[in-house]
């Protein structure tokens, strides 16, 4: 048999290639749809966007503070300047970063999940919140731009009444404005887990994270219209003149002191229990061992929410107050340190005997519980009139309040970034690296603010643009310290954009965790789960020859 070898036709030259072009119309429809996505796992990555660039703006004004206090002498800025600087840096860090960087970012993206809903309870209102934040967020850093705000953070009047040819009620409005897309969100999470966990999930089956997310929101429901209304006071007297806290407009700037505080103790565990949820989840899963005392864990997060609305007036020891109410206060301030005090205890106690994983998430959960330690019991020492009388309006409330934010809110922060990350995108990032940042930002936290404690002992007062030269030594230390923390802080930003190209892809469960969050593929479908899950056990339950959670 012979065969025959076909000839293919001669074919003509092709073209040139011509040059790749975007197709902008579906770029345009890709970015429509997330921006009227109502899926709560779109809507924590917009939020996760725009926090992290209020982080970094904020961390560019407190650059600039440690640069100034580098010197003695107020020789980089003028002291106006140096006014608006700490000012800028304490509205946007707290007011756009510290309280909703949890609660609307992970809360969002895990709250349905970890209670086997497909979405919160209200979605058109929790893209709503996002579009608020954003407005806010823009109108704010509009006004601090355009003139900036010298007051402070906290508005104190008769500085915000008077203050002149500076923003602050355009600044107010930005801040009032941010507070109703925190009570959204924790009107979203509160019916979401009250109305849509899964069958079987009774209250003590939920996981800690959520019982941290629900004593949140009901501190953001009850307390942020107190704050916002007293900023619409303050923004009211300054436009139209009348007279409510301006003692010369027959006004009392105490009662501005007693609004304030009265949402912003409580704003301060608006910050810290969400990091504490995320620790609950950390020690259990990296210690292989359930939480000890669960029920005591859950009842502590109420009880601080409870607790702190009660506590406001030890802000207040040097405002003239009663001395029985400076008594009560001081009492109570130490009452709130128990339900701290139970968490700390029994996550100690869960990590006794564990089989430790040291992950680059449970290092943050280490690092949280020394840092929030110390942040804890330099509290008690401000709690106590006596001492407070003599350190208040000193550097050691600034070393303490950061030791509390940075070292407890955002330890927290990080390591749920560094836990849920492969969950939210779906890969990995490198691990050692990962580690590596975790130290230097331990170290250089440590190093920027320890000094603070001793610079405020010694009687350096916060918020002066020159100080004494005898307390130089420590500013170097502290202004060093801040860069080498800016260098850790900037590692995660670059590898986790890394990991999104190039990192390995994540399995469902790559740390072996018992929550519903991780009984669904990384990254999760649009309705979480192919079918709606069954709780049958408690939460943390590790033996492998019980039934699994999910069936």
Do not use: C
């Not at 804890?376 to 208040?392: K, M, Q, S």
């Not at 350096?460 to 310290?481: C, D, H, I, K, T």
């Amino acid at each position: 048999m012979t065969t025959a070898t076909v000839q293919p036709h001669p074919q003509p030259a092709e073209p040139p290639a011509a040059p790749r072009r975007i197709d902008y119309l579906n770029v345009a429809f890709g970015v429509r749809s997330w921006l009227l996505t109502t899926d709560h796992k779109r809507i924590a990555i917009l939020y996760l966007v725009v926090i992290t660039l209020m982080f970094f703006i904020g961390g560019a004004f407190a650059t600039l503070i440690r640069l100034e206090l580098v010197t003695p002498k107020g020789d980089l800025v003028e002291a106006d300047t140096y006014n608006k600087l700490f000012t800028m840096h304490g509205i946007v860090m707290i007011f756009f970063f510290l309280i909703p960087s949890i609660p609307a970012v992970f809360g969002n993206f895990f709250v349905p999940m970890m209670i086997g809903a497909k979405d919160l309870a209200f979605p058109k209102i929790n893209l709503l919140s996002w579009y608020i934040f954003v407005i806010a967020a823009v109108f704010t850093v509009w006004a601090l731009a355009a003139g900036g705000v010298d007051t402070g953070w906290t508005f104190y009047t008769p500085y915000s009444s008077r203050s002149a040819h500076t923003y602050v009620a355009a600044t107010i409005i930005g801040v009032f404005f941010s507070g109703f897309s925190s009570i959204l969100t924790g009107l979203n999470f509160v019916v979401t887990i009250h109305r849509m966990r899964a069958p079987g999930m009774t209250w003590f089956k939920m996981p800690l994270f959520i019982w941290s997310m629900y004593a949140t929101s009901i501190i953001q429901l009850l307390g942020t219209p107190v704050v916002a209304i007293a900023l619409l006071l303050v923004a009211i007297e300054r436009v139209t003149g009348v007279g409510i806290f301006d003692p010369k407009l027959g006004g009392d700037p105490v009662l501005f002191q007693h609004l304030f505080w009265f949402y912003s103790h409580p704003a301060v565990y608006i910050m810290i229990l969400p990091a504490m949820g995320v620790v609950s989840e950390l020690v259990t899963t990296f210690s292989r061992k359930p939480i000890f005392g669960y029920k005591a864990v859950a009842f502590s997060s109420i009880g601080i929410a409870v607790i702190g609305f009660l506590v406001w007036g030890h802000h207040m020891f040097v405002s003239g107050q009663s001395i029985y109410a400076g008594l009560i206060f001081s009492m109570l301030s130490f009452l709130v340190a128990v339900p701290s005090a139970i968490k700390v205890f029994n996550w100690t106690a869960t990590l006794y005997k564990g089989s430790i994983d040291y992950k680059t998430p449970f290092l943050y959960a280490v690092y949280f519980l020394a840092l929030f330690t110390i942040g804890g019991l330099t509290g008690l020492v401000l709690a106590a009139t006596a001492t407070d009388v003599h350190i208040h309006d000193t550097y050691f409330v600034i070393a303490h309040f950061h030791y509390i934010m940075v070292g407890g809110a955002i330890m927290g922060y990080m390591g749920a970034m560094h836990y849920w990350w492969p969950k939210m995108t779906g890969r990995m990032y490198p691990d050692w690296i990962a580690n590596l940042a975790a130290l230097i930002i331990f170290v250089g936290f440590n190093l920027t603010f320890f000094p603070q404690f001793l610079l405020g002992y010694q009687g350096m007062n916060r918020r002066y643009w020159e100080y004494a030269p005898e307390f130089q030594v420590l500013n170097v230390m502290s202004s060093a310290g801040a860069s080498i923390l800016a260098v850790g802080y900037l590692m995660p930003l670059v590898y986790f954009l890394w990991s999104l190209r190039y990192g390995k892809r994540a399995p469902a469960n790559p740390w072996g965790a018992t929550g519903l969050e991780w009984a669904t593929a990384s990254p999760p479908p649009p309705d979480n789960f192919a079918e709606t899950p069954v709780v049958t056990l408690p939460p943390y339950v590790y033996n492998p020859e019980e039934a699994a959670v999910v069936r």
